[in-house]
Each structure stands twice: as structure tokens, then as C-alpha cells.
């Protein structure tokens, strides 16, 4: 009973558990030699981003799919951009037409006529690393704001629906929170993008965390020197995205 008040006194100090460090530790600890590096955590970062990213790509995919038949045809790619478009305001059609069809030819590495999954999130990921490093962000916030007002509202960030039970999990909340730069209860694209990518945030998140619990300078961290860290880390950049990372794994 008193580990069990312990453990309810921590969370409520923000602190993860115990048990959730030891297991985020075992996922930072490729190798399973009992300590994590640094190039190991953001290997873990790196597989988990991925994860997201099949995940938004999914989002896409359903809603250009009209058909549901898993693949994006020509006339459904098509379909999509000119809706696009047309929210935007004034295009030229020809034009628009020319370039998505070249867009839709390049994705097409099978040549079969059709748009797979990983053929659709190659298309966003060279894009996302590409001259126009917006795009896909944009698209992704269009997409979810679902009532068009140009903002987005936390609900809409996590793609939760009034049709679901759960509320938003403490870290989703504290996450929109630390976007919502003018704390205005919406993000705007602008505090969207500060999000994607991320990369550079992150690996300062993990960079502070290593700095935090490597007591004894090794340039590595062992799971006792992880959970010895809790009460500095929960003042930390990098609290945000452990607890993301608990989430995520449903730890």
C-alpha cells in the first residue's frame, strides 16, 4: 500500500513511474547490454517518428480513397487536389491538373495505375524532405481541421471524434498546450508547423535527458540512472516527450 500511494504521489508531480522508465529504458536499449547511448534513443526516436508518420499517411489515405478499396487511383488523387485547391482559392486548372499527374506518375512505382500505402507515404516523405518541407504539414492540418475555421483544437490535433469515450491522455493535452504558443485554446498552421518536423526539438529533448541521468559520465544511461532521474527530468524538455513515448506504448 505505501508504494502504491508513492506511485500516486509521484504521478501526481508529473513524475513517470518507476515501471514506466524501466520499460521506455528496455526500448532505448537496442543492443540489451543494460545501458542506452545516445545514437541508440534516437534510433528509438527514429523508428517511433516512422510510426507517426505511417500513421498520418494512413489519415491521407482514407480520406483520398473514396472507393475504399485501399489503393488511390488517378481520378481520386485528382479529385482530392482540386478540392484542395478549390479551398484555397484561385488556381488554374490546367496547370494544377498537369503537375498532379506528374506528382501521381513519379508515386507510381509499380506502374500499375493505382497508389498503395507505402507508394503514398513515399510521396509525402520525399516531399517532407524536399524544397517544399511545408506541404505535407499543411495538408495534414487541412485535413484535420474538420469544421474549416483554420485552426486547430486539441480534439482535432489528436484526431479524436464526439463519437469517442476516452478524453485526451495528460500528455496529449500538455503537448497541444506547449504548441499553443499564444494559448489561445486553437493552433494556428503556424504553431502546427512548429511541430513538423520536430527533429531538432527532439533530439535536444534527449540530448537534456542524458545529461540529466548519466551520473557517472559514460556518455550512456542505465535504467536505475533513468529512474533516479525522475524528479529532474519532469522540469525537463525531454518530460514531454517521455511521456509521449509512455503513451504511445500504453505503458
Known amino acids: 500500500e505505501g508504494e502504491e500511494e508513492g506511485e500516486v504521489r509521484d504521478a501526481a508531480k508529473g513524475w513517470l513511474s518507476i515501471d514506466q522508465l524501466n520499460e521506455l529504458h528496455k526500448r532505448f536499449d537496442l543492443d540489451g547490454d543494460g545501458k542506452a547511448s ?3 534513443v534516437m534510433q528509438f526516436v527514429d ?4 510510426a507517426t508518420a505511417e500513421n ?5 489515405m482514407e480520406d483520398i480513397d ?3 478499396d485501399g489503393q488511390v487511383s488517378l481520378a481520386e488523387f485528382l479529385a482530392d487536389a482540386h478540392g484542395r485547391a478549390a479551398d484555397d482559392g484561385d488556381f488554374d486548372e490546367s496547370e494544377l491538373e498537369s503537375d498532379e499527374i506528374a506528382r ?9 495505375g493505382v497508389l498503395d500505402l507505402q507508394e503514398l507515404a513515399a510521396l509525402v ?3 517532407s524532405d524536399g524544397d517544399e518541407a511545408g506541404a505535407p504539414a499543411e495538408e495534414m492540418f487541412e485535413r484535420k481541421d474538420q469544421d474549416g475555421d483554420g485552426k486547430l483544437t486539441a480534439e482535432e490535433l489528436f484526431d479524436a471524434t464526439d463519437d469517442d469515450d476516452e ?4 500528455a496529449e493535452q500538455a503537448e497541444f498546450e506547449a504548441l499553443d504558443q499564444d494559448g489561445d485554446g486553437a493552433l494556428s498552421l503556424e504553431e502546427y508547423e512548429r511541430e513538423h518536423p520536430s527533429s531538432l526539438r527532439t533530439e535536444a529533448a534527449v540530448r537534456e535527458m542524458m545529461r540529466l541521468a548519466d551520473r557517472d559520465r559514460d556518455m550512456r544511461i542505465t535504467a536505475n540512472e533513468l ?3 525522475r524528479e529532474l527530468l519532469s522540469r525537463s524538455e525531454a518530460q514531454l516527450h517521455l511521456l509521449g513515448w509512455a503513451e504511445n506504448f500504453e505503458l
Open 38 to 40: 545516445f545514437e541508440e
Open 125 to 127: 516523405s520525399q516531399e
Open 227 to 229: 529512474v533516479a532521474a
Open 47 to 50: 523508428e517511433v517518428r516512422r
Open 66 to 68: 473514396t472507393s475504399g
Open 56 to 60: 498520418d499517411v494512413a489519415i491521407i
Open 167 to 170: 478524453e485526451l491522455t495528460e
Open 104 to 112: 501521381f506518375i513519379a508515386a507510381d512505382d509499380n506502374y500499375d
